[in-house]
């Protein structure tokens, strides 16, 4: 018998009518707006930009979400997925209550139980771990706002090990470059000054389809600017349809591109000289370390013609350092992708792009007090060194060590809280490690607002009212310009649910940890911090977001010389760290794998309408985009005798089979690749929209490729053949 | 007459469906009707290619031939502008304007009406921009009134090409497309 069957949360569980009325029409037919409209503060959480808007209804009830004009991460204008908000909120399939594992006659399945009884038995656990094996061996994965309080929680318990996969999944290997290079991150929302940009260089970066939607706005300015837009993509990107060069690259060769741009900037004489020379070290070892990298070398790996990777690095160069190479989001790839990043850095210290208007801004920050709490009791243990020793130059935890650390009777992970993010569709190969932690586990613990795919491994599933029914910590983004802006309830809590808050710190008083969470309600806390900043939660209330002057100038003065948070207090062109590490101190290419015959590389990506499988439930968005497509070149549809519309399967080389999804022949794709958007295929059984509706990429992940530095998972040396469904 | 126009920037447009999803929160359109949608047209062949997204809807022509085939005269222009409004009142759900709309814009409501965009007459009104307008993160689209030559709308159709959809049908419709 299996300590924990994989459990699916049935339909039926406890779910009534939902507010299904959002979307029926009304029957007296006034004109919208006509009525008693009630506008309330709220940061979007349908991606992680975290834009302001308001949150309308009109007679009581919900109406629509827009931007606030007053907020730089949107500027008035939510993006899609945002605009749809409010199908989070009237998802039919959100958990209501929270629900335990019960077992009955040898079968297990998920009961619908009290608060109390939920928590007391969260509690009993904790403690029983700790008695047995140490407080500091809880875990927590986490994605967004709510997992802080929970990380409180377990800090104030004794328990440090924390990932969210927003780093080994996403941006890890641009943080770790960066901060590497000019030592720091470029930070979300990424820095970049697109607006003034008048050369822009997307690498994979496949921004419109990604709707970051400050950057998106940002970067169509730049084109209505007539900035020059060159884009590195083996698809055509709706970017690439806006461009004035598109280098159609050979998937993974990006980085052979990166050192023969930097070999014509080089010796062509085209780099920032006074800026190089004033902001950087390892110059030398730079200009001798690209010279076999010329065009003639890189057109053999990237398939791009030399005149072309010419053209496009004197058409920077010509624009720097108003020139900026987009460092891209989502960057775990090939497993080399710290090098690839670092590449990038160092190709804009070269265009002297960085604190410069065009390139890179200095964002800014609200100063802020925190709440004041007590220190956290010292850890029993230095939980990275037990977990992810073999990347010491990894500044965060790396969620699927997370995961490997629960498995076996000697783990030393004994307790996990999942707070909202999907495992199994987030991290590559995960699902069967997940399986073998949920037996060895001594408690799981889920935080979700639907039942997704990752709740089936729980013990306990805690319900979580969206974002539109609570308040949350206020949004203090580095930005062009500091602010900070509100998130409250525009709706009581749906059912049983409640915030991430409420649930840690009723916690808190069954562990004895109420000194951490010393506040009747989080608009204690709020109110407290916004006084200190001179305005109140009842102001907050009321603006939503209040902007503060800048303390910095915006970009580098004229003779500033900034000081580098790196060893040298330099831009670090040529890394010591890495080499004091044993990594190379400068990028070195290492060509990708190649499919296999009748294998095809399998690249994924984004669509507007969706943030990943977080999205593909909710109603509105479900309409828009219900499934995703295989994007598949012509010719290869003709080999295998497919037209568009019709379904296949894939299958990759060890034989795990994706669902049926359907073809989409364009001309979009080369003839080496196939291309989906990744989010969809769940198996949840409660997500009963999009159960089972196109494919998964992650399912079909087989060669996941570690980056040794930053210890993320690249996921783009997949290969897939096709099958008729 | 005053001309509503729409003026679509397809450089700018993402076909991100915004606009879309804006529209139907705005006006409570029903689940599974659009009043408006995107159109993404893709030519040439690999690696010589382009891509255009349209953002679509009905074209609120000057010589709009759903109003003048409505047996009811329910399908009418608001006042004395272009913009077709369809009164549910006396709408007896024909279908008549369906044939005769060059767009496919119109739709029967549950309710048994027809529905369409309304170039959110009940925003402009108030001086705001039509939702999808007020919403589109690439502000790609523009909306204003073509009989004033400072506005925006008249500005750019002056600076650049505009291009409406079927022009052929001399309905004179009033979205325009900048290349």
């Not at chain 1, 608009?523 to 109140?536: H, P, R």
Request: hydrophobic content about 35%; charged content about 20%; some cysteine.
């Amino acid at each position: 018998m299996k300590r924990r069957q994989f459990l699916k949360i049935s339909g039926m569980l406890g779910l009534g009518a939902a507010g299904g009325s959002l979307l029926s029409g009304c029957g007296e037919r006034p004109l919208p707006g006509t009525g008693t409209v009630i506008s309330t503060p709220t940061i979007c959480n349908m991606c992680f930009w975290k834009c302001a808007g308001w949150t309308h209804t009109e007679n009581g009830r919900p109406w629509k979400l827009t931007g606030h004009p007053h907020d730089l991460h949107s500027n008035g204008r939510l993006c899609t997925r945002g605009t749809a908000g409010l199908g989070a909120y009237a998802d039919r399939d959100r958990l209501r209550q929270p629900l335990m594992r019960v077992e009955e006659g040898g079968r297990q399945r998920f009961e619908p139980v009290s608060w109390e009884q939920a928590l007391d038995f969260i509690a009993e656990r904790m403690q029983a771990i700790g008695e047995t094996h140490g407080r500091d061996r809880l875990a927590l994965l986490s994605h967004g706002s709510g997992g802080a309080h929970f990380r409180t929680l377990l800090r104030a318990f004794g328990a440090w090990t924390e990932a969210q996969p927003s780093y080994a999944q996403c941006r890890g290997p641009r943080q770790v470059a960066f901060a590497l290079t000019y030592g720091e991150d470029v930070g979300s929302p990424d820095r970049t000054d697109m607006a003034h940009a008048d050369c822009i260089v997307l690498i994979g970066s496949h921004i419109g389809e990604n709707l970051h939607n400050g950057q998106v706005q940002t970067l169509a300015q730049a084109l209505e600017r007539g900035a020059s837009l060159i884009t590195v993509d083996p698809r055509f990107s709706v970017a690439a349809g806006k461009s004035k060069y598109w280098l159609p690259i050979q998937a993974g060769t990006d980085l052979a591109l990166l050192l023969a741009w930097m070999n014509v900037l080089i010796n062509e004489g085209l780099y920032d000289r006074d800026y190089v020379a004033r902001h950087t070290t390892g110059f030398e070892q730079l200009r001798e370390h690209v010279q076999p990298f010329n065009p003639e070398w890189a057109y053999l790996e990237t398939g791009l013609e030399p005149a072309l990777i010419r053209d496009t690095a004197r058409e920077m160069a010509r624009h720097a350092p108003a020139a900026l190479v987009h460092p891209g989001r989502h960057t775990t790839w090939y497993g080399d992708d710290t090098q690839r990043e670092r590449a990038i850095a160092i190709l804009n210290a070269l265009l002297g792009s960085w604190g410069r208007k065009g390139g890179f801004y200095r964002p800014e920050k609200t100063p802020l007090a925190k709440f004041p709490l007590p220190d956290f009791p010292k850890p029993a243990s230095d939980w990275k060194k037990r977990i992810q020793a073999e990347h010491p130059l990894a500044p965060k935890g790396i969620s699927q060590k997370v995961v490997e650390a629960a498995i076996g009777a000697d783990a030393f992970v004994k307790g996990l809280f999942v707070y909202a993010t999907n495992l199994p569709m987030t991290i590559p190969g995960i699902a069967p490690k997940l399986e073998q932690a949920a037996q060895d586990l001594e408690l799981f613990v889920a935080v979700d607002t639907l039942p997704m795919e990752v709740t089936g491994y729980a013990d306990v599933i805690l319900p979580e009212c969206t974002y539109l029914e609570r308040y949350d910590d206020l949004r203090n983004a580095p930005e062009r310009e500091p602010s900070l802006a509100l998130r409250m309830p525009a709706f009581p809590p749906l059912g049983q649910t409640q915030p991430a808050w409420w649930m840690a710190k009723e916690l808190s008083k069954r562990l004895g940890l109420e000194a951490w969470f010393p506040y009747q309600d989080y608009k204690d806390v709020l109110d407290w911090q916004l006084q200190q900043a001179g305005s109140s939660l009842e102001e907050m209330q009321r603006l939503g977001v209040k902007r503060f002057p800048r303390t910095t100038p915006l970009y580098f003065e004229p003779d500033e010389m900034p000081e580098f948070r790196t060893p040298s207090g330099k831009i670090e062109l040529y890394s010591s760290l890495l080499a004091d590490y044993g990594y190379d101190p400068l990028p070195r290419y290492t060509p990708p794998e190649q499919p296999g015959e009748g294998f095809y590389r399998l690249i994924y990506g984004r669509a507007p309408a969706h943030t990943f499988g977080s999205t593909t439930n909710n109603p509105q968005l479900f309409e828009l985009m219900p499934e995703n497509t295989l994007w598949i070149n012509p010719r290869i549809a003709g080999d295998h005798g497919l037209k568009s519309g019709q379904a296949v399967r894939l299958r990759n080389p060890e034989g795990v089979r994706s669902n049926p999804v359907r073809v989409r022949v364009t001309e979009r794709i080369g003839p080496a690749d196939l291309f989906m958007v990744h989010g969809f295929g769940h198996t949840a059984a409660g997500l009963r929209l999009t159960k089972g509706v196109g494919a998964n990429d992650t399912a079909l992940m087989h060669n996941i490729k570690i980056d040794p530095i930053a210890g993320s998972t690249g996921m783009r040396a997949n290969f897939v053949a096709l099958e008729k469904a | 007459m005053t001309r509503y126009a729409m003026v679509i920037d397809t450089r700018l447009c993402i076909g991100c469906g915004d606009c879309v999803v804006a529209c139907k929160n705005e006006n409570r359109v029903p689940a599974g009707l659009n009043r408006d949608w995107v159109v993404e047209r893709t030519s040439g062949a690999w690696p010589r290619l382009e891509t255009e997204f349209r953002s679509e809807r009905c074209n609120h022509c000057d010589h709009a031939t759903c109003v003048q085939a409505c047996p009811t005269g329910a399908s009418h222009h608001w006042g004395d502008t272009n913009v077709v409004l369809v009164n549910p009142d006396q709408c007896t759900g024909c279908k008549a304007c369906i044939a005769a709309c060059p767009y496919d814009a119109r739709y029967i409501t549950p309710e048994g009406y027809i529905d369409k965009c309304t170039f959110c007459h009940h925003r402009v009104e108030q001086g705001l921009d039509p939702a999808c307008v007020a919403t589109c993160p690439t502000r790609c689209m523009h909306f204003g009134r073509l009989d004033d030559p400072r506005s925006r709308v008249a500005q750019l159709l002056r600076e650049r090409n505009g291009e409406t959809l079927k022009p052929e049908t001399g309905n004179l419709p009033n979205v325009y497309y900048l290349k």
